[in-house]
């Protein structure tokens, strides 16, 4: 992974912060960080120490952001799985493979005609020339010879 500079001096700031808020146990490290980058780290007197260890580490938010993040993907997935499911007759496919919207193989798309017919058109007197089904909605609308829709 390749890090700004900018993104490289936050983290190094906050690792700082960090070490620092441990205790004494970690002081060295970050004096030793503070001194290979003396940039992010500020300096390395006991009044910017102090200064950096007020209020929640930055690094700490970070940290438990990241399952926070994972978690809602996780639930974002689980949906699209059910609206996929749920919503698979409407997608347009035009695969032709036998395959519904959501690519289950095997089976048939459920927009695809299979006799007996459910519907019949009675109204036109001529040979019916065209039909449009809407995507969404069980509507269709027709025309016919006659001059008919």
Request: net charge positive; hydrophobic share 30%.
């Amino acid at each position: 992974m390749v890090l700004t500079d900018k993104q490289r001096s936050d983290l190094h700031a906050g690792i700082h912060e960090y070490l620092l808020s441990r205790g004494s146990k970690f002081a060295q490290c970050a004096e030793e960080l503070a001194k290979a980058d003396p940039e992010s780290c500020g300096g390395t007197s006991k009044e910017d120490n102090k200064k950096s260890t007020t209020g929640a580490p930055i690094l700490e938010k970070k940290w438990t952001a990241v399952p926070r993040l994972q978690r809602r993907v996780l639930e974002l997935e689980r949906q699209i799985a059910t609206n996929a499911k749920i919503h698979a007759h409407r997608s347009g496919g035009g695969d032709g493979g036998g395959t519904t919207g959501g690519g289950l193989p095997g089976r048939e798309r459920r927009m695809l005609p299979r006799p007996p017919a459910v519907h019949t058109l009675q109204s036109h007197s001529a040979v019916v020339t065209t039909v449009s089904i809407h995507p969404v909605y069980t509507m269709a609308a027709s025309g016919s010879e006659d001059g008919t829709m």
